[in-house]
C-alpha cells in the first residue's frame, strides 16, 4: 500500500519563505598575505620598504648570474620587426614551514604579447598529478617504518625548492621584453637606457609560454645523466634502483617543487646531485607543498598517517563568504 503526503497551501507557502537562496564565488588567489603590495610605488613606500628594495634586487641579480639578459638599442629591435614585450612586477609575502616571512619578488613578461610560431612553438610541460603526489606520500607511509619484504630499507620523505626554475631553461631564439618596474627605482638601471635600451632575453622568464618546458628539459636529462630514470606513465616521476634491483629513492618534480621519498642516504645524494646544476632551497621536510600543510601523526589504529590541512584557505573562504553575507543581508533589509 502506498502512501502520499499533500502539503497544505499554507504549508507550502511558509517553506517557501524560510528558503535562503545564496550565490556565493569565492576567488582564491592562494595569498598568505592579501594586503601585498601591487605596484612597485606602493612595495617601496610600505613599512617594508627595505625588504621589497632586497627582493627586487634579488630577482634581477637571479637573471644577471644566469646571463639571461642583454641590453640592447630599442631602435635596432625595431628596425628588425620585432616587439618589445611588457613586463611585470610581482610581490607576494610567503610564510614558510616555521612560521617565518620571505618577501618574494616576481618579474615577469606579459607572455599574451608573444606570437605563437615566432616567439615561441611548444607550451605544454608535465606537473605532478595529484594521484602521483599522494601515491609517493603513501609509499613513504608504508615504507617509514621499513618495508615488510626489505626491512633494512627505510624510508624517509623530504622536500627541494629550485631557486628561480623557469630561469633556468635557455631560449631557442631571443625575446626582446621592456625593463621589469623596479629597476630604475632601485637603481639597477638609469633614466637613459630605460628610455633607449630593452632586453634581449636568452633565457626563461616567469609568463615565458616556453619557460616551464625548458626548465622540464633541463631537470630531467640532468637526472637521466645521473642514472635516474623517468617514469613512462608520469613524467615528473623519477626513480632509482640499488644493485639488488630495489627501488631506493623516488622523487616527484612539480614545477619547481621535488617532494623526495627514499632511504636517507639516497635522499642525500640525491641533493647533492641537483646541487651539482641547480642551486635549491632545502625545505628540511615534508611539511607544505602547493598551499597544503601536512602533518605526520597516527590513525586510532595507531598507524602512520598524514593530515593535510588548509586552515588559512578555509578561514578566508569562511570570512569573505559572512562578509558577503552580510552586505547582502543589509541590501535586502
Known amino acids: 500500500m502506498k502512501t502520499h503526503t499533500t502539503n497544505t497551501l499554507n504549508e507550502i507557502e511558509k517553506e517557501k519563505k ?31 620598504a627595505k625588504e621589497w628594495e632586497e627582493s627586487i634586487k634579488a630577482e634581477a641579480n637571479n637573471f644577471l648570474k644566469r ?19 611588457k613586463c611585470k612586477t610581482i610581490f607576494k ?46 609509499i613513504y607511509l608504508y615504507g617509514a617504518e621499513g618495508l615488510p619484504e626489505n626491512n633494512d630499507i627505510k624510508f624517509k620523505i ?8 623557469l630561469l633556468e631553461g635557455k631560449l631557442p631564439n631571443p625575446v626582446y621584453i621592456e625593463f ?20 634581449e632575453l636568452s633565457g626563461g622568464m616567469y609568463g615565458s609560454p616556453k619557460s616551464a618546458i625548458q626548465f622540464f628539459r633541463e631537470y630531467s636529462n640532468h637526472l637521466k645523466q645521473h642514472e635516474y630514470q623517468q617514469n613512462r606513465m608520469d613524467p615528473t616521476v623519477s626513480y632509482k634502483r640499488d644493485e639488488k634491483g630495489r627501488t631506493v629513492i623516488i622523487s616527484v618534480v612539480h614545477v619547481d617543487d621535488t617532494l623526495i621519498v627514499g632511504t636517507q642516504e639516497e635522499i642525500k645524494t640525491f641533493k ?18 602547493l598551499g597544503v600543510w601536512y602533518e605526520e601523526s597516527r590513525d586510532k589504529n595507531g598507524n602512520r598517517c598524514m593530515i593535510a590541512r588548509m586552515n588559512n584557505t578555509v578561514e578566508s573562504i569562511i570570512s569573505t563568504f559572512e562578509q558577503h553575507f552580510r552586505q547582502k543581508k543589509l541590501r535586502t533589509r
Open 93 to 138: 609575502t610567503k610564510v614558510e614551514a616555521d612560521k617565518s616571512c620571505r618577501f618574494k619578488t616576481r618579474m615577469t613578461m606579459k607572455g599574451f604579447m608573444l606570437q605563437p610560431g615566432i616567439d615561441y612553438k611548444e607550451t605544454l610541460s608535465p606537473v605532478a598529478t595529484e594521484t602521483s603526489t599522494r601515491m609517493v606520500i603513501n
Open 18 to 48: 524560510e528558503e535562503v537562496t545564496v550565490n556565493f564565488i569565492f576567488e582564491n588567489k592562494k595569498q598568505d598575505y592579501p594586503l601585498d603590495p601591487v605596484t612597485v610605488k606602493e612595495a617601496l613606500n610600505s613599512e617594508k
Open 67 to 85: 646571463q639571461s639578459w642583454k641590453k640592447v638599442s630599442r631602435n635596432k629591435v625595431t628596425q628588425m620587426g620585432r616587439k618589445i614585450i
Open 180 to 199: 621589469p618596474p623596479g629597476l630604475l627605482e632601485v637603481g639597477i638601471i638609469t633614466e637613459e637606457e630605460s628610455r633607449t635600451k630593452c632586453i
Open 158 to 165: 623530504d622536500m627541494i625548492d629550485i631557486e628561480a626554475a
Open 272 to 289: 647533492i646531485t641537483v646541487g651539482k646544476r641547480f642551486e635549491y632551497t632545502d625545505k628540511d621536510g615534508f611539511k607544505k607543498h
